[in-house]
């Protein structure tokens, strides 16, 4: 058809495209003196039509992106500009073609295999109660496939020495005591994974998400257009829920007591990637809640809400190696661990460059538009726990830097990371099902004529705003930073629309899921 025909067109361009540059920047010519001479050159090679595909460089896992200068350090040439917001980004997300030719066919094959290996068993009485015993399954099988493609990018990087490029001129690899530490918290977000994977197959099995057999969703018909569309839905959002959340929890009121954990690893290594805080967690897979919506109003396979799920759980593996000449290299994020108050979002698209924030190399930038003043020798900038990275930080990698420093973060932990579980556990198991619990007998709570607050939504409200409200108190308290800090110095008029969009995107999809799982679980108690 005229749409395949374009959108393989727009693929070909592309490869000549960064094949030229390539061959520039390695001496392959010095000069490209034609296009008809690039292209030869290209298929001489073997990179032509297929380079790219999977996010292969040249066919390799283990190569420099083709924009790569080999001849200067890792993580100074410039990157490809990202594609700005607007018409053409918007495009290009809902082409099919960009997915395959990227990282994404790698983690969607990834995805596939969980949904067929560990299939989903609607039929289970254990699901319509979401049992205790179908979660820990769930949690099993997510840190299962987790640390087995953390581990083996960990392996081929330090073991294999596949790859020759780090971004660290200095550390070769981390230290026991921090692997140690990332592990813990690479379990702890896993194990969340599959407590959302419980709460998908509860949704299904109560009926609250309409389902599709395999057979009719991926057949050529409509209903085939309607799963493709959730598929391409659930990368497509990543991309800027990731920008936002991420932003929401830079703010300082989160940032000290959650994401600051994250940025411990100034310089990365694969489990950095899912080294995270669980209140961060919990943001973080709030990119599923906009799979679970859809899902809700039209039928699809039920690998929609998992691929989203899949691709937040594993994608941060290869992104966070700390190397240049590897699958998936993300330089574009290695510069933000290592300046803090750049490239907030995913290098693919231009939302740092709507904010000032976009950082294309180490060294002098000339697109950065940010605070942050370059040290005169780049390369302390990024190596491993060097100042001036050393104030972002919530505590130290060893095992006895982590431990609590002040109270403040105790509490914090103590109400976000026991309050939280506990209460949730308790609304979406004991509360849903005893008609005389004090959820149950305090609500619908009417709030203005004709509007009331049901349990399920009082449930959303307090998962997705609590923490945020706690962290917001602390700092208030405190009083020796903004809350909007590091965006403190920015108009009011030019925050407020930021804050919104970081509200929308971070908080609303924790409320909404929570509300939906809980009211799911009362009408299976009512029926």
């Known amino acids: 058809s005229k749409a395949t025909v374009s959108v ?102 990834c995805c596939v295999a969980i949904y067929v290996l560990h299939p989903y068993d609607f039929e289970d009485p254990r699901a319509r109660e979401l049992d205790a015993s179908l979660v820990l399954e769930r949690v099993a099988v997510h840190n299962a496939w987790c640390f087995g493609f953390f581990s083996a990018w960990s392996l081929s990087i330090y073991v294999f020495k596949m790859s020759q490029r780090r971004f660290s001129e200095t550390e070769a690899g981390p230290s026991l005591s921090r692997f140690v530490h990332n592990l813990w918290y690479v379990f702890l977000g896993a194990s969340q994974a599959g407590v959302w994977d419980a709460l998908l197959i509860m949704l299904y099995a109560n009926g609250t998400m309409k389902r599709l057999p395999d057979a009719e969703a991926f057949s050529m018909s409509t209903n085939g257009l309607v799963t493709l569309v959730g598929l391409l839905l659930g990368a497509a959002v990543r991309e800027t829920h990731f920008f936002f959340c991420h932003l929401a929890i830079h703010l300082n009121y989160l940032y000290k007591h959650v994401h600051s954990l994250h940025h411990r690893n100034t310089v990365i290594e694969p489990f950095a990637g899912l080294t995270m805080h669980p209140i961060e967690h919990l943001y973080y897979y709030g990119c599923v809640p906009f799979s679970v919506l859809y899902c809700c109003y039209f039928e699809t396979s039920a690998i929609v809400p998992l691929w989203s799920l899949v691709h937040a759980l594993i994608s941060p593996a290869a992104s966070h190696s700390g190397v240049e000449d590897i699958w998936q290299s993300d330089q574009y994020h290695t510069l933000h661990h290592a ?189």
């Open 8 to 109: 393989l067109n727009w693929h070909s361009h592309r490869c000549r495209t960064m094949c030229k540059t390539r061959l520039k920047h390695r001496g392959a010519e010095k000069a490209v003196p034609s296009h008809a001479d690039n292209v030869a050159e290209v298929e001489r090679k073997g990179i032509g039509f297929w380079e790219g595909f999977g996010g292969t460089t040249e066919g390799s896992f283990f190569r420099a992106p083709l924009y790569v200068d080999l001849d200067k350090k890792p993580g100074y040439t410039a990157q490809p500009v990202p594609t700005p917001i607007g018409l053409r980004w918007f495009a290009e997300l809902w082409n099919p073609v960009k997915y395959v030719w990227s990282v994404n066919l790698i983690w969607f094959a």
């Open 339 to 527: 300046k803090f108050e750049c490239n907030y979002g995913p290098g693919s698209v231009g939302w740092d460059q709507l904010i000032g924030c976009y950082r294309e190399k180490f060294g002098a930038s000339e697109c950065y538009k940010g605070a942050w003043e370059e040290s005169e020798e780049p390369a302390a900038d990024r190596d491993a726990e060097k100042k001036p990275l050393a104030k972002f930080l919530r505590g130290g990698l060893t095992i006895t830097g982590a431990l609590y420093d002040n109270a403040d973060k105790a509490l914090f932990d103590l109400l976000c990371c026991g309050f939280l579980p506990a209460f949730f556990y308790t609304a979406m198991t004991t509360s849903t099902r005893d008609a005389e619990s004090l959820l149950n007998t305090a609500f619908p709570v009417e709030v203005a004529e004709g509007v009331s607050v049901t349990a399920a939504h009082f449930v959303g409200l307090v998962m997705g705003f609590f923490a945020p409200a706690v962290g917001l108190a602390m700092c208030l308290a405190e009083g020796k930073k903004s809350w909007r800090w590091p965006f403190h110095e920015w108009p009011v008029m030019s925050f407020v629309p930021l804050y919104v969009g970081q509200v929308v995107a971070a908080i609303l999809p924790i409320v909404w899921m929570a509300a939906t799982c809980t009211e799911s679980m009362r009408q299976n108690a009512l029926a």
